[in-house]
């Protein structure tokens, strides 16, 4: 995994961890409600669109891609987000030939076991946020490795603010269930043989 990737993330966690209490013992909440966790999937989303782009020329496509709306949700959960996040990150997985499945839980497991633990063994935005925080380093990581071009990867990591009420854990899963949406098409693009795979990029690179 990039390290400029993990350190970025791991900056922006120590940032937002800076005021939330501590719990007892070895156990840390951040104290997050869904509004974070919302952002962070905006910016998801955002790298799911770039990751089609490095992999396929059809612009008509991804414009396609870009416009996909997200659905609405009601009564969900935090711990149904996390369920959601999970598929999404076995999509991609798949998609990127299992590299991502590789380091998926390098940066949580090595770095953040204290921030992943809770006296009760509940889901909160905190633990949501940190998972999809892993999902946006791996994505992000197989784009910079896909990509031909340079591409700033601030764009990716940015902190949106948006107007009105408070993001639900509802508001989050329809972004969630947008970005596997989107995953699913772009898993029937290289079904049929019009994506670029990790196989081809490799063959690309021994080539030149």
């Known amino acids: ?29 951040l104290g997050l409600t869904p509004s974070p966790v919302y952002s962070l999937w905006q910016n998801i989303n955002k790298a799911v669109i770039a990751y089609a782009g490095v992999r396929s020329s059809d612009k008509d496509w991804i414009k396609e891609l870009g ?3 997200p659905n609405k949700f009601h009564d969900k959960a935090p711990v149904d987000v996390l369920e959601l996040v999970d598929g999404f990150r076995t999509k991609l997985s798949k998609l990127d ?3 991502s499945s590789n380091t998926s839980d390098t ?57 009105g009420a408070a993001k639900t854990p509802s508001d989050v ?10 995953l699913e ?16 990029l490799k063959r690309r690179e021994k080539a030149q």
Request: zero cysteines.
């Open 1 to 29: 995994m990039n390290k400029l990737l993990k350190t970025i993330f791991i900056f922006t966690l120590s940032v937002i961890a800076a005021s939330p209490a501590l719990s007892d013992d070895n156990a840390v909440d």
């Open 107 to 163: 940066l949580l497991e090595d770095k953040l076991p204290n921030l992943l633990s809770s006296e009760d063994n509940s889901v909160t935005p905190s633990l949501v946020y940190l998972h999809s925080g892993q999902v946006l380093v791996n994505i992000v990581n197989d784009i910079l490795q896909a990509s031909i071009e340079p591409i700033e990867i601030s764009y990716f990591f940015q902190e949106n603010s948006f107007i």
């Open 173 to 182: 899963f329809g972004l969630v269930d947008l970005g596997v949406r989107r």
């Open 185 to 200: 098409e772009i898993a029937i693009k290289k079904k049929s043989g019009q994506l670029i795979t990790n196989q081809l």
């Open 67 to 69: 416009n996909m709306p």
């Open 97 to 99: 030939d299992g590299v």
